[in-house]
T-cell receptor
Framework: KNEVEQSPQNLTAQEGEFITINCSYS?????LHWLQQHPGGGIVSLFM???GKKKHGRLIATINIQEKHSSLHITASHPRDSAVYIC??????????FGSGTQLTVLP | SAVISQKPSRDICQRGTSLTIQCQVD?????MFWYRQQPGQSLTLIAT?????????ESGFVIDKFPISRPNLTFSTLTVSNMSPEDSSIYLC????????????FGQGTRLTVV
């Protein structure tokens, strides 16, 4: 069973700061997802990674397969980025194992 | 990408009653999943909804409590039966498209409060 750990659990930043959220997993995966969950509960898929790096606007996701580690970066953070960020690892059984989430609050 | 409509978005229900949550997708998808997120917890898979056959439940979840239907490739329902306050959670459906089987798409979630 894959174990997925995220850090930090909570993060408060000032607007404009560079933010990093980390995710580690214990066994080999076929893909890793970064998700964003807003207070209403709905989830938006931000990235799906199997190697390297992806960028979308101010968001950057990287993955190191050998180290079993992924990071989500937010540049020039804004209060509207405040949400819960969740990483999820897809294993060989194709099921997703979710991290516990990082509550991000960006203050104006 | 698949667009998912999940209804209702939230509900407050009396204990002992049942609630059916619907998940409608705008394209044919191979896999549909139902997740539960209890307060302060990560998402937990309840079951995989199989088209035309019984759902596959994860350990700790049973069909009598969480009956699931999937009559076709674009629609599924999850019923939370005989509810108690412990069932207060966010319930989410998730799908995978036939052509992009590692991509995952999520509904907007149903926030259920049982009183």
């Amino acid at each position: 069973k894959n174990e997925v750990e995220q850090s930090p659990q909570n993060l408060t930043a000032q607007e404009g700061e560079f933010i990093t959220i980390n995710c580690s997993y214990s066994v080999g995966i076929s893909a890793l997802h970064w998700l964003q969950q807003h207070p209403g509960g709905g989830i938006v898929s931000l990235f799906m990674l199997s190697s390297g790096k992806k960028k979308h606007g101010r968001l950057i996701a990287t993955i190191n397969i050998q180290e079993k580690h992924s990071s989500l970066h937010i540049t020039a953070s804004h209060p509207r980025d405040s949400a819960v960020y969740i990483c999820a690892a897809r294993g060989s059984a194709r099921q997703l194992t979710f991290g516990s989430g990082t509550q991000l609050t960006v203050l104006p | 990408s698949a667009v998912i409509s999940q209804k209702p978005s939230r509900d407050i229900c009396q204990r002992g009653t049942s609630l059916t949550i619907q998940c409608q997708v705008d394209s044919q998808v191979t896999m549909m999943f139902w997740y539960r997120q209890q307060p302060g917890q990560s998402l937990t898979l309840i079951a995989t909804a199989n088209q035309g056959s019984e759902a596959t439940y994860e350990s700790g979840f049973v069909i009598d409590k969480f009956p699931i239907s999937r009559p076709n490739l674009t629609f599924s329902t999850l019923t939370v039966s005989n509810m108690s306050p412990e069932d207060s959670s966010i319930y989410l459906c998730s799908v995978e498209e036939a052509r992009r089987r590692t991509e995952a798409f999520f509904g907007q979630g149903t926030r259920l409060t049982v009183v």
